[in-house]
């Protein structure tokens, strides 16, 4: 009984690493498609920002080359898409700060703990923001330029982790559980064997005697 106590204790730890293993590696994808989808807000928002600016640029160039002031209306528009932009960029780069540091405190562990910065909810980054802040006016910040239409930048949602990856891990738990069942019934038939041989001995050696 303890030689079969000893393989289910070894069959149930390996089920468990397995297991432990496989959650780790959906917990990393996860993070990761976190992670790309921040990149892409700053990014896009970096952008978005760097066209405000070179409008704004433009705009005090044209109208100072005519003796002109620059209209108060576009100038405000200009600012506004540049504020926001800079506080999507900040909050997507603390929220980036956030889950790094948080990753690292699960995989990897911290000696110390440090104390958490404060933010009230209207503060908090929600990833699934929209990669660009100029779809939100009434109206576009920017001026028509007819001779180039500049295509608005793509929304990327959320990859989610892959099905396929799932199916493959779970594909590969199976295998090993099926070949540690196949393992432990050969070891039982093997011990079955060796009791019967016993007994046909202990009985042929009664008869001689």
Known sequence: MTFFDTVKGTVNTAADTISNVTQNIVEKNRTNAKLNRLRLIM???SELMNRAYIALGKSFYENAKKGESVSEEQQKKLFEVIENSKAKIAKARECYR???DSSNDIFYGTPETQPKPE????EVVDITVACSNENEYKSSPFEAQPEKKEEPAKEV???PVKEEVKTEEKESVDREMEALKAYVNRLSQRDA????????????????F
């Open 43 to 45: 990014k896009c928002e």
């Open 193 to 208: 064997k060796d009791e019967s041989l016993d007994a046909d001995t202990e009985t042929d050696d009664k008869e001689l």
């Open 119 to 122: 933010f009230k909810n209207e």
């Open 98 to 100: 956030q889950i790094v």
């Open 157 to 159: 949602q959320n990859e």
